[in-house]
T-cell receptor, first 114, second 110 residues
Framework: GAVVSQHPSRVICKSGTSVKIECRSL??????MFWYRQFPKQSLMLMAT?????????EQGVEKDKFLINHASLTLSTLTVTSAHPEDSSFYIC??????????FGQGTRLTVV | QKEVEQDPGPLSVPEGAIVSLNCTYS??????FMWYRQYSRKGPELLMY????GNKEDGRFTAQVDKSSKYISLFIRDSQPSDSATYLC??????????FGKGITLSVRP
């Protein structure tokens, strides 16, 4: 299957700082990128959907000013958690989809805000 | 009624058993059906992808889709301890987000 590379895999940051998570599609062009959040032993919670070159569409209840998504190219999308707080600690996963229907996931980023 | 229902489990089977995982759905517009496997603290990995009704086999894995019953299944033959993971069904329509089941945790006992 296609590969989506997500970095960093783990990050610890201080409360009030911002953290950027990168996702790159290595062998396909991700026209759409999905960003998810996952709490322990729970399923994926879609945060937002971004199409290359367009503004992201956020799910209800997700603060767009807090979770900034950029999808400037067909191979790179970023999620920036701004002014992070301990309640933002979670597992964040990106997923890219190209011309086909399947979506391929990154390895995930475990964010801990202290 | 939720769009996608998946038995929450957990499910524990002995090594070598045949495992059957299932999801039902309510949206008749769904065209694409996928199964993902997720190991702890990792991103989901695409296992099987099927379009519309039918069966698809890949090694020890078989995916079935019955659109008339709005029911999909994943069968794992000769299950191995390395198959122990959470399995998520997902489905959708073209150019739209995927809808996921809640996932079922499978444990294969040696």
């Amino acid at each position: 299957g296609a590969v989506v590379s997500q970095h960093p895999s783990r990050v610890i940051c201080k409360s009030g700082t911002s953290v950027k998570i990168e996702c790159r599609s290595l062998d396909f062009q991700a026209t759409t990128m999905f960003w998810y959040r996952q709490f322990p032993k729970q399923s994926l919670m879609l945060m937002a959907t971004s199409n290359e070159g367009s503004k992201a569409t956020y799910e209800q209840g997700v603060e767009k000013d807090k979770f900034l998504i950029n999808h400037a190219s067909l191979t790179l999308s970023t999620l920036t958690v701004t002014s992070a707080h301990p309640e933002d600690s979670s597992f964040y996963i990106c997923s890219g989809r190209g011309r086909v229907a399947e979506a391929f996931f990154g390895q995930g980023t475990r964010l801990t805000v202290v | 009624q939720k769009e996608v229902e998946q038995d929450p489990g957990p499910l524990s089977v002995p090594e070598g058993a045949i495992v059957s995982l299932n999801c039902t759905y309510s949206n008749s517009a769904f065209q694409y059906f996928m199964w993902y496997r997720q190991y702890s603290r990792k991103g989901p990995e695409l296992l099987m992808y099927t379009y519309s009704s039918g069966n698809k086999e890949d090694g020890r894995f078989t995916a079935q889709v019955d659109k008339s019953s709005k029911y999909i299944s994943l069968f794992i033959r000769d299950s191995q301890p390395s198959d122990s993971a959470t399995y998520l069904c997902a489905m959708g329509v073209a150019n739209s987000k995927l809808t996921f089941g809640k996932g079922i945790t499978l444990s294969v006992r040696p």
